[in-house]
């Protein structure tokens, strides 16, 4: 399996899909059966289809994953407005005044959304008009210009749009918030907190581990120049990713010390995800037809 092949497969959902199975006491062929009484999106996912998701082989669209993480993670996924105003009606009055707080940004991010999108259960709404919610508050929670640069990168990643309405609804969800927005997205992609810290504790000492090639998949050349600058080294574009590997390998310690926020946190980490790969790569045949078919699943190069 080639580094590439490797690095995806150590993003993709499949422990995702065996963890909710399995939580909920299931076979492959009744959770296939649940999902399909619960959304007609997934009609046609049988006992195979959800083997192959589980090993790997293949994995759902993007609806069918938000489909998937709002049927077995509902508290996760909450896509109305309304509860979140109406149950911190002080925070949001607070959060008006200072626009921030880093401990409970979801009354600045609701303020921000009520008056942006009317309040509305409609994700397509939610979708559309959240980057102007959410770009004021990342740019306000970061103190240094270079990491809100680096954030903005994940903020305004059109394969991220659509789980923007499930970002609102979550950091809403939280009674305190000192979790770095990366984590946020990326909990709410997964449909678990404590899933995506496994995903990208492991996505992340992988880079460290393997050879200086990987840094080419996990980060592109801008973020290669940033990650090394960061890191204190020289930005000549052929020696960074040994540099960055070799730089990484000596802090890992470092970087995993201290509680999970400061963990994510750190700067060498956001660099890291807000790489030129997506969470999830396009479906065959999109660049060709520069149409997303929703209704398709993604195959892996290993499959």
């Not at 997934?42 to 293949?58: K, M």
């Not at 973020?223 to 052929?238: D, E, P, V, Y």
């Given at each position: 399996m080639s580094n590439q092949e490797n690095i995806i497969e150590t993003l993709r959902t499949g422990d995702l899909i065996r963890h909710g199975r399995m939580s909920l006491g299931m076979t492959q062929a009744e959770l296939a059966s649940y999902?399909?009484?619960?959304?007609?999106?997934?009609?046609?996912?049988?006992?195979?289809?959800?083997?192959?998701?589980?090993?790997?082989?293949?994995?759902?669209?993007?609806?069918?994953?938000?489909?998937?993480?709002?049927?077995?993670?509902?508290?996760?996924?909450?896509?109305?407005?309304?509860?979140?105003i109406k149950d911190r009606p002080r925070g949001h009055q607070e959060c008006k005044v200072s626009k921030v707080n880093a401990f409970h940004p979801h009354p600045y991010l609701v303020g921000e959304a009520h008056r942006a999108l009317a309040i509305t259960d409609d994700i397509s709404r939610l979708t559309s008009g959240t980057r102007r919610c959410i770009d004021p508050y990342f740019m306000a929670l970061s103190q240094q210009q270079e990491q809100a640069k680096t954030l903005r990168l994940v903020v305004l990643d059109p394969t991220t749009q659509e789980i923007f309405g499930h970002l609102l609804a979550y950091c809403g969800n939280l009674d305190t918030c000192?979790?770095?927005?990366?984590?946020?997205?990326?909990?709410?992609?997964?449909?678990?907190?404590?899933?995506?810290?496994?995903?990208?504790?492991?996505?992340?000492?992988?880079?460290?581990?393997?050879?200086?090639?990987?840094?080419?998949?996990?980060?592109?050349?801008?973020?290669?120049?940033?990650?090394?600058?960061?890191?204190?080294?020289?930005?000549?574009?052929?020696?960074?990713?040994?540099?960055?590997?070799?730089?990484?390998?000596?802090?890992?310690?470092?970087?995993?010390?201290?509680?999970?926020?400061?963990?994510?946190?750190?700067?060498?980490?956001?660099?890291?995800?807000?790489?030129?790969?997506?969470?999830?790569?396009?479906?065959?045949?999109d660049e060709a037809s520069g149409q997303h078919d929703e209704q398709r699943d993604y195959v892996s190069s290993s499959a």
């Open positions: 999902l399909t009484q619960h959304n007609d999106i997934f009609n046609g996912v049988d006992t195979v289809t959800i083997s192959r998701w589980e090993a790997g082989r293949v994995y759902p669209s993007t609806k069918r994953l938000i489909a998937f993480a709002k049927i077995l993670y509902p508290q996760h996924t909450r896509t109305t407005l309304k509860y979140m000192s979790e770095a927005p990366s984590v946020i997205i990326s909990s709410v992609y997964a449909g678990s907190d404590k899933i995506f810290e496994f995903l990208f504790s492991q996505f992340f000492r992988f880079a460290v581990q393997q050879d200086a090639r990987s840094i080419h998949l996990i980060c592109g050349d801008s973020q290669q120049r940033a990650l090394a600058k960061r890191l204190g080294l020289t930005q000549s574009r052929t020696k960074a990713p040994q540099l960055i590997q070799s730089a990484l390998a000596d802090r890992e310690g470092q970087i995993f010390e201290g509680d999970y926020f400061e963990t994510l946190a750190h700067p060498d980490f956001i660099a890291l995800f807000a790489s030129d790969i997506a969470p999830y790569p396009q479906v065959e045949g």
